[in-house]
Structure formats: structure tokens, C-alpha cells
Nanobody
Framework: QVQLVESGGKLVQAGGSLRLSCAAS????????MGWFRQAPGKEREFVAG????????DYSDSVKGRFTISRDNDKKMVYLQMNSLRVEDTAVYYC???????????????????WGRGTQVTVSS
């Protein structure tokens, strides 16, 4: 199995920046796609960003494209989400996930991911 632990979530003002981190263990990290999802109270879990095993293919949801950047460091077994120009609507629990079904790619659907962290809360205030 893959164990994932997110960190970095906190209260931040609108327009500010925040970097989330995800530490992975338990499997060869460099061979799997990784993604970030988020879930706000009363809403469905939604895709935020994904990165392939080698970092060559990156996808973002339309709501965050141009503001967020996903990256990974396979030597450190870490994946990051740099969030800039934060908006109130970005408030959610953010989850790191490992894609075990896409042969090293990162899908955009939660069902494609088998391993999840416990989440880290990001709250954006106006």
C-alpha cells in the first residue's frame, strides 16, 4: 500500500499564497501518478491537479489553472501544490492521492485513485 500524509493547510487571506505538501511511503513513488483533490462542506470531492510519474504530464481543473502549480520530487517522495491568488471558494479540505489504475498517469476522477491522505484544511478568508 501507499501511505500519504498532507501538510501545510491553514487560514490564509484571499489573494495570498500557500504551499501544500504530501509525503508518500510504502511503494515506489516515482512510478505512480499523483493528484490533489478537494472537498468543501456539502459539496462533492473534486479534482484539482494531477501529475504523472515523471512529471511530464500535468493537468489542472479550470477553476485553479493559472493559479495553482503541482510538482513532485521523486527523490524526496514528495508532491506539492503551490496555491497562489487564493479565493474564498478555494476553502476546502485538500487531499493528496495516488493513482493505482492509470499506469503512471494521474487521472481526474476520484475513482481512479486507491490511496488517499487524511486531508489538510485550507481556509481562505475575505
Amino acid at each position: 500500500q501507499v501511505q500519504l500524509v498532507e501538510s501545510g493547510g491553514k487560514l490564509v487571506q484571499a489573494g495570498g499564497s500557500l504551499r501544500l505538501s504530501c509525503a508518500a511511503s510504502g511503494r515506489t513513488f516515482s512510478s505512480i501518478g499523483m493528484g490533489w483533490f478537494r472537498q468543501a462542506p456539502g459539496k462533492e470531492r473534486e479534482f484539482v491537479a494531477g501529475i504523472s510519474w515523471g512529471g511530464g504530464k500535468i493537468d489542472y481543473s479550470d477553476s485553479v489553472k493559472g493559479r495553482f502549480t503541482i510538482s513532485r520530487d521523486n527523490d524526496k517522495k514528495m508532491v506539492y501544490l503551490q496555491m497562489n491568488s487564493l479565493r474564498v471558494e478555494d476553502t476546502a479540505v485538500y487531499y493528496c492521492a495516488a493513482d493505482a489504475r492509470s499506469l503512471g498517469m494521474a487521472g481526474t476522477w476520484p475513482s481512479q485513485y486507491d490511496y488517499w491522505g487524511r486531508g489538510t484544511q485550507v481556509t481562505v478568508s475575505s
